[in-house]
């Protein structure tokens, strides 16, 4: 699929890890275009280097070769603060394991990408506990929430600095096909309904049938 402009890009990019004495290719020069406002799953067998390319994808794992440039700035060049800034202002992060502080409430939760820019924003985050269906649960703790919500909150949370684009790795993974199809409908009709982009990684085709590609990854290569 060719894009014109694209909003994320991969060029070429390639990442290893040594295990002992042995050195592991997860990445073979992968080059990849994602579109504004596209919705993208990364699917592929548990291995196949699509967790680590969503993560190099997002500025938080360099390639030893190759670029990434997201939005006309090239990630990994201006040092790290640049990218974290990048990062907490246009990127949004949905997790397998949620990540939510366990002592802070779900609204407290929300608030916490906001707190970083010292920018709080409450209605914001009320707003956006309200479109996940959780306002009644606001003042909860994570630990009294099931799954299924606290996953809800970190899509809460992934919004709060209205980003350009949203990152998923396996965001269903820890749910049930029930819940894990209720959050994945939740943030793609999030997604669609604010224009964001949206890169989700998935082991599950059924899942990726609903976004507008679907890109496959097969040791450390693309294969589509």
């Known amino acids: 699929m060719a ?11 390639y990442r290893s890890f040594k295990i002992g004495s042995r050195r592991i290719e997860v990445l073979r020069g992968i080059s990849l275009e994602i579109g504004r406002g596209e919705a993208v799953f990364l699917c592929g067998v548990s291995g196949a280097g699509k967790t680590t390319l969503l993560y190099t994808l997002a500025g938080l794992e360099r390639p030893e ?11 990994y060049r201006n040092g790290s603060s640049a990218d974290a800034r990048i990062r907490n202002e246009k990127m949004g ?3 397998q394991s949620y990540f939510l502080l366990p002592e ?4 407290e939760n929300v ?10 924003q409450l209605e914001v985050a009320i707003q956006n506990l309200q479109r996940v269906g959780l306002v009644d649960r606001m003042n909860h703790l994570p630990s009294e929430l099931s799954g299924g919500e606290q996953q809800r909150v970190a ?3 992934a919004l709060i600095n209205d ?10 993974g ?14 793609l009709a999030l997604a669609r309904e604010k224009q964001k982009t949206l890169v989700v990684v998935t082991h599950d085709q059924r899942l990726a049938s609903a976004g507008d590609r679907r890109v496959n990854i097969r040791d450390g290569l693309l294969t589509n």
């Not at 894009?3 to 990019?13: E, G, M």
């Open 3 to 13: 894009i014109n402009h694209p909003q994320l890009s991969a060029k070429d990019v």
């Open 65 to 75: 070769a190759g670029e990434v440039i997201f939005e006309g700035h090239k990630m």
């Open 93 to 95: 992060f949905v997790f």
């Open 104 to 107: 802070l409430t779900a609204l």
């Open 111 to 120: 608030l916490v990408p906001s707190l970083i820019r010292n920018k709080q």
């Open 155 to 157: 899509i809460a949370r």
């Open 163 to 172: 980003p350009a684009i949203i990152f998923a790795d396996e965001p269903t």
């Open 174 to 187: 820890n749910l049930d096909t029930a819940n894990g199809d209720a959050i994945m409908e939740l943030l």
